[in-house]
Each structure stands twice: as structure tokens, then as C-alpha cells.
């Protein structure tokens, strides 16, 4: 089971940021159906429900469905992070090319000014 809470733990750092804290709990009225929940660990209150399971029958179900619903969010968040990495790296790699053309450019254009002046 502390492997389980580890991983929830890692994902909801993933999915809301690693310096916030988590409470993670599983409820039930008639400890039958049970229902987990994350919500902000604040020190000496806590914050909203982040996310929360539906009811399942039995505790692990519950434990077990809250582990698939946030691995499959960080895993949308860790996706969503590579692409903003990649399509920054790609305009820094424009706005590169872009210089290296005006300054071609601008050597050029030296260049046809010293040349028309000795005409």
C-alpha cells in the first residue's frame, strides 16, 4: 500500500506542483462502498477536493481507480510539457536562423553600398 500512496503522490505533485503537500483519504458510510479524494495539505487546514473517485465496492478498488485516474493525468501533463519543451526549442531555433539571415543580409547589403560607391 505505500508503494500505491507513492506513486498518488508523485502524480499529484506532477499534476498541481511539487511544492505543494497532499492529503490523500479514503472514505465510506457503511464500509461497503468507499470513495477516495486528494486535496491540499496546508499545514493546519486543508484545501479544496482536488479530485476524488466515484463509490467503488471495497477499499483496494477505490485505492486502485484514484492510481489510474491520476496516472493517466500526469501522464497528459508530463506530455503537455514535452510539447511546450519542443515548440520552444523550435522558435529559439527559428529566431536563431532568423539573426544568422539578417546579418547575412546586412553583410550583404555593406557590401553592394561599398561596391555601388566605387562605381
Known sequence: MTSLIDRIKANCKII???DMDF?????TDDHYYFQTF?????????GPILTMSPLYHGSETAWRELDIMLSGSAENVKRKKQKAAAAAATAKKVQTEDKRVDEVGNNLQVNLEVFSNKL
Do not use: Q, Y
Open 16 to 18: 498541481w506542483g511539487a
Open 38 to 46: 486528494v486535496r491540499e495539505d496546508r499545514g493546519l487546514e486543508f
Open 23 to 27: 492529503d490523500i483519504e479514503i472514505e
